[in-house]
C-alpha cells in the first residue's frame, strides 16, 4: 500500500511562513519551486525535483490540527504517502475501522485519502487520479 513519503506539511501564521522557508532552503537545502495556485499564501519546497515540504497558511480563526498537547504551538499538519491501489486500500481502511475522507483533487492530479493517527495527527495517502 504505502511505496514512500509525500511530503510533509507545516501550517502557520502568516507572518511565520517566510521564516519557515528560509530555515529549510538554507539550512536542509531544499530549494523553492512552483505551487499549485490555491486559494492561500504558501510554499513548496522541493528536494531532487520533488516538493516535499509544503508550508501553507494558518487562518486567524483557524485551529490548528492533530497537536499532542494543544497548548504547546505546533505547526505540523500532517504527513503525507504515496500510496497504490486506492480501491484495495479503502477497503484495508474500513476493514480496520478506520474512518477516512476521499477526495479527488484535479488541480493537484491526485487521489487522496485524509484520516487521523491515534495521537490525532494528519495522515494522507496519495494516488494517481484515474478519472
Same mark, same amino acid.
Given at each position: ?10 501550517? +502557520? ?9 528560509? =530555515?529549510?532552503? #538554507?539550512?536542509? $537545502?531544499?530549494?523553492?519551486?512552483? /505551487? ?27 485551529a490548528v490540527r492533530g497537536p499532542?498537547?494543544? +497548548? ?9 504517502? =504515496?500510496?497504490? #491501489?486506492?480501491? $484495495?486500500?479503502?477497503?484495508?481502511? /474500513?476493514a480496520l475501522g478506520v474512518s ?32
Amino acid at each position: 500500500m504505502i511505496t514512500g513519503l509525500h511530503h510533509i506539511n507545516l501550517r +502557520a501564521p502568516a507572518e511565520l511562513l517566510a521564516v519557515l522557508r528560509d =530555515f529549510y532552503r #538554507d539550512v536542509l $537545502g531544499l530549494e523553492q519551486g512552483p /505551487r499549485p495556485d490555491f486559494d492561500s499564501p504558501g510554499y513548496w519546497l522541493y528536494a531532487s525535483g520533488h516538493p516535499v515540504v509544503h508550508l501553507s497558511t494558518q487562518r486567524a480563526n483557524e485551529a490548528v490540527r492533530g497537536p499532542v498537547n494543544p +497548548a504547546a504551538p505546533t505547526t505540523y499538519d500532517h504527513t503525507a504517502f =504515496f500510496g497504490t #491501489d486506492p480501491v $484495495g486500500t479503502a477497503a484495508h481502511l /474500513r476493514a480496520l475501522g478506520v474512518s477516512f475522507h476521499e477526495s479527488r483533487s484535479p488541480v493537484t492530479g491526485q487521489h487522496q485519502f485524509f484520516f487521523q493517527d491515534p495521537a490525532g495527527n494528519g495522515v494522507e495517502i496519495n494516488f494517481p487520479f484515474e478519472g
